[in-house]
Nanobody, 122 residues
Framework: QVQLVESGGGLVQAGGSLRLSCAAS????????MGWYRQAPGKQRELVAL???????NYTDSVKGRFTISRDNAKNTVYLQMNSLKPEDTAVYYC????????????????WGQGTQVTVSS
């Protein structure tokens, strides 16, 4: 099994910054893509940012220029640096690991973290 543990959420004023971390642990040989999603109250979960094992990134338009995703492959950890936060960034942020290879007998799977709350006050 693989577990994803997020940290770094909290309450911040508009214009402030937060850094989220997500560490994957367990039976892991490699992880293809790691990413962050968010879900605001009454809304569907949406992609925030993705990063491949090779370092290629993708961001949703609303966070481009403000958020930066990075990862440490040796630690199976992904980060999300969030700057210039806005009240509309308020949501539960979820870490995702896709294409997690755990060995020949376990195959490739997708995992989610439990989520961390980010609240931006105006």
């Amino acid at each position: 099994q693989v577990q994803l543990v997020e940290s770094g959420g909290g309450l911040v004023q508009a214009g402030g910054s937060l850094r989220l971390s997500c560490a994957a642990s367990g039976r892991i040989v490699s992880i293809n893509v790691m990413g962050w999603y968010r879900q605001a109250p009454g809304k569907q979960r949406e992609l925030v940012a993705l990063i491949t094992s090779g370092g290629s990134t993708n961001y949703t338009d609303s966070v481009k220029g403000r958020f930066t995703i990075s990862r440490d492959n040796a630690k199976n950890t992904v980060y999300l640096q969030m700057n210039s936060l806005k009240p509309e960034d308020t949501a539960v942020y979820y870490c995702n690991a896709d294409g997690v290879y755990s060995g020949i007998f376990y195959g490739v799977k997708n995992y989610w973290g439990q989520g961390t709350q980010v609240t931006v006050s105006s």
